[in-house]
């Protein structure tokens, strides 16, 4: 496999009040392409001093008031530049997630890549969002006149995982900055690279120095220091429910306001009256697509007992059409899992399903693929609901499939769960459809198809899948503050 391109990766640097810079302590780490198990790059190995310097840079520009009490307009102005340079730049950020996490570049789509696409509408809708959002007037009788004020809050940390980097950091930055505070950025470890243009591309729109900075390295030496830093007002973060625990326990330290979104094991709940002609496709889309590193995969995948054979067979056909492959490639569809610590984690819960249950199809290494961490797509059946496999994230290309008789079993088998993020039903009859997503316990729920999204919508997810919800008026809610002022408007 080529790695042509890893070659010309320049040394990752911090970016703190618009300059790239080296950790104080001059220590690195090495990136890992996932496809060839060869080093990219090396990155600054941020610690508190490197957190330091990138909050006191956040503040300084913050307290300016050049973006946190800017126009709106410039605002949307400043933002709306910068999605045209990442569209602009979308064959570059592709194949940096290429090299970081082992993305395909997928076929030729005669424009900017769907990612990039979406990473850029992150930032126009929110832009548009904060020039339009209001504030509320109360007019008591005529005796008080009261009014609200959201402004920017001040310093966010945005920490943010690897398996989809551009989108899910845009996801945070862009209601972050749009409604003018400044953020320190802590990128996964595994993933930096194509967050780096990014920094580029905000200088280039005209963002003031300072307003979002980033800081390489590891969770515990660069993101503890982060949570923990007294000048920082909120984190937002997007990874695991263990790493969640320990950032709200450290942010409530200094009462800062937390927003979580975290794993799933989600049900894709398929009734005998669904189209199985979509319903099918979908559900190999659902629990494959990104290798299956998505936290709103339908991993856990329940079929209507009548049609269980019927949804086995057409399934194993439908996991054909994502065979792993060099991601270089125009025509591959899955590339490796991000990391040699990811692939034995897979590899360990494939290892369990083989004693709790039974191996459909896949199970391990493609063949012809001996370097990189590339696992088959893999369908696990005649397992218990209640069985570790059907219970916990594994973060990877395997499906459980679990039959079921009845709208009331599905449903409660699928709220047998300590997740609750995403919920897939597909039926013929709007009367299931109704009654089974007011039943099941999670933050989002598709109908006949599978991840479409308004942003306007709340993103987030019930018990182990989160706290809080980003999107629309609710991203409004937690990136500013909001207060009041009264006027008498008789003497007192
Ligand atoms: P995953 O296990 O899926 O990689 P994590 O929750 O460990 O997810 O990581 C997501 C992000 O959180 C990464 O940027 C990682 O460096 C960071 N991180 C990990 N541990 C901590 C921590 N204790 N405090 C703050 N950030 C952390």
Redesign the pocket.
């Known amino acids: 496999m080529s790695t042509k391109n890893a070659s010309q990766i320049a040394p990752q640097k911090h970016f703190i009040g618009g300059k790239f810079v080296d950790s104080t302590s001059g220590d690195t780490f090495d990136l890992i392409n996932p496809s060839t198990e060869a080093v990219t790059t090396v990155a600054a190995r941020g610690n508190a001093a490197d957190v330091d310097a990138a909050v006191a840079a956040a503040k300084s520009t913050f307290e300016s008031g050049d973006w946190s009490r800017a126009k709106p307009s410039f605002r949307r102005e400043v933002l709306f530049k910068a999605a045209d340079l990442i569209e602009a730049r979308s064959d570059e950020i592709v194949r940096l997630q290429t090299l970081e996490m082992g993305a395909p570049i997928g076929p030729d789509f005669k424009g900017p890549h769907p990612v990039v696409e979406r990473s850029a509408r992150n930032l126009r809708f929110f832009a548009q969002e904060q020039e339009h959002a209001g504030d509320h007037a109360f007019n008591r009788d005529d005796s008080l006149l009261t009014y609200t004020m959201s402004d920017a809050a001040g310093v966010f940390g945005l ?5 989809a980097p551009m989108m899910l950091s845009t996801w945070k930055m862009a209601p972050c900055l749009a409604y003018g505070n400044s953020a320190v950025h ?5 993933s930096s690279l194509s967050i780096h243009v990014l920094c580029e591309i905000f200088e280039e729109a005209g963002m003031p120095s300072g307003v979002y900075n980033v800081v390489l ?4 030496e ?3 220091p ?2 923990e830093h007294k000048d920082v007002i909120g ?1 937002s ?4 429910p ?3 625990r ?2 709200a326990t ?1 942010a409530a330290a200094s009462l800062k306001r937390t927003s979580f979104e975290l ?1 799933g094991k989600s049900a894709n709940i398929i009734f005998a009256d669904a189209d199985l002609s979509k319903a099918i496709p979908s559900a190999a889309m659902g629990i494959f697509m990104n290798v299956g590193q998505a936290c709103i995969a339908g991993s856990r995948i329940l079929v209507q007992s009548s049609i269980y054979d019927q949804f086995l067979e057409g399934f194993q056909k439908a996991a054909a059409a994502w065979k792993p492959g060099n991601p270089e490639e125009r025509t591959t569809r899955i590339g490796p899992l991000v990391s040699k610590g ?1 692939y034995d984690r897979v590899m360990g819960y494939i290892n369990l399903a083989r004693e709790e249950g039974r191996i459909l199809f896949g199970g391990g290494r493609p063949e012809g693929l001996d370097k990189g961490f590339f696992v088959e797509p893999t369908a696990i059946v005649d397992v218990e609901p209640s069985a570790r496999i059907a219970q916990e994230e594994v ?1 990877g290309p395997v499906a459980t499939i679990l039959p079921f008789d009845d709208a009331d079993d599905a449903i409660a088998i699928a709220n047998n769960s300590s997740y609750g993020l995403a919920g897939y039903i597909w039926t013929g009859s709007q009367d299931t459809a109704h009654y089974v997503s007011h039943r099941l316990e999670t933050g989002m729920m598709w109908i006949n198809s599978g991840f479409d999204r308004d942003l306007r919508q709340p993103f987030g997810g019930m018990k182990n899948s989160g706290l809080g919800r980003e999107g629309g008026n609710l991203s409004r809610e937690f990136y500013t503050t909001t207060r009041f002022a009264s006027f008498p408007l008789t003497p007192r």
């Open positions: 920490i943010t995982p690897w398996n802590k990128p996964s470890e595994l390295g590891l969770g515990k660069a993101g503890v982060l949570v984190v973060f997007t990874g695991s263990g790493t969640a320990d950032i450290r794993g990811q973060f």
